[in-house]
């Protein structure tokens, strides 16, 4: 069955920490996964896409095949980056299937 | 372009009340689905739609009823609210055309309490 797995609820580091929000999946197939961020108040947006293979505000994410992982990283936490992250594995129709989401705290 | 919005943005319901919340997206995407978001549960699929007229049922369906009659709008209806209902509901749109290749669009959410 399909899964995304987000085993923190809740990361706390201080400004300036590198950062690392877990995530494993199960896919029977070529996966396709979405990092999505909601900061506080407001709507949740896309943060990044692993075919992108892009950076973003500064974080990336490498898909591991073999480990069945996506996970979140940034070297230097800021503060603005305190907000909600769900990792999200794309499914056909439309339809994605999400982790149950990493708090983020980054402390001055 | 407004995106995808959702009205109203808060409801307070008794226990058997039915209501809709709605839906609508201004940038002819194929795909929209609605999620509910609870703590510690991330957020589950409840419908979605692949376009005017095809509907199909998510992880979480009972309770709720989805239409879509038009490309721009997919309302949400429960049918009798009961208090295990009570969440932040999420709508979203996407689009498989080249470029917008499965990125969702999430409206600014629904905050339903049922007592």
């Known amino acids: 069955a399909q899964r995304v797995t987000q085993p923190e609820k809740l990361l706390s580091v201080f400004k300036g920490a590198p950062v690392e929000l877990k995530c494993n999946y199960s896919?029977?197939?070529?996966?396709?996964l979405f990092w999505y961020v909601q900061y506080s108040r407001q709507r949740l947006q896309l943060l990044l896409r692993?075919?992108s293979r892009e950076s973003i505000k500064g974080f990336t994410a490498d898909l591991n095949k073999g480990e069945t992982s996506f996970h979140l990283k940034k070297p230097f936490a800021q503060e603005e980056d305190s907000a909600m992250y769900y990792c999200?594995?794309?499914?056909?129709?439309?339809?994605?299937?999400f982790g149950q989401g990493t708090e983020l705290s980054v402390k001055p | 372009n407004a995106g995808v919005t959702q009205t109203p943005k808060f409801q307070v319901l008794k226990t058997g009340q039915s209501m809709t919340l709605q839906c609508a997206q201004d940038?002819?995407?194929?795909?929209m689905s609605w999620y509910r978001q609870d703590p510690g549960m991330g957020l589950r699929l409840i419908h979605y739609?692949?376009?005017?007229?095809?509907?199909d049922q998510g992880e979480v369906p009972n309770g709720y009823n989805v239409s879509r009659s038009t490309t721009e709008d997919f309302p949400l209806r429960l049918l009798s609210a009961a208090p295990s209902q009570t969440s932040v509901y999420f709508c979203?749109?996407?689009?498989?055309?080249?470029?917008?290749?499965?990125?969702?669009?999430f409206g600014p959410g629904t905050r339903l309490t049922v007592t």
């Open positions: 739609s692949v376009g005017a007229g095809i509907t």
């Open positions: 979203a749109s996407s689009s498989p055309r080249q470029g917008l290749r499965y990125e969702q669009y």
């Open positions: 999200a594995l794309y499914n056909q129709g439309g339809k994605l299937i």
């Open positions: 692993h075919i």
């Open positions: 896919y029977s197939g070529s996966p396709e």
């Open positions: 940038m002819n995407h194929e795909y």
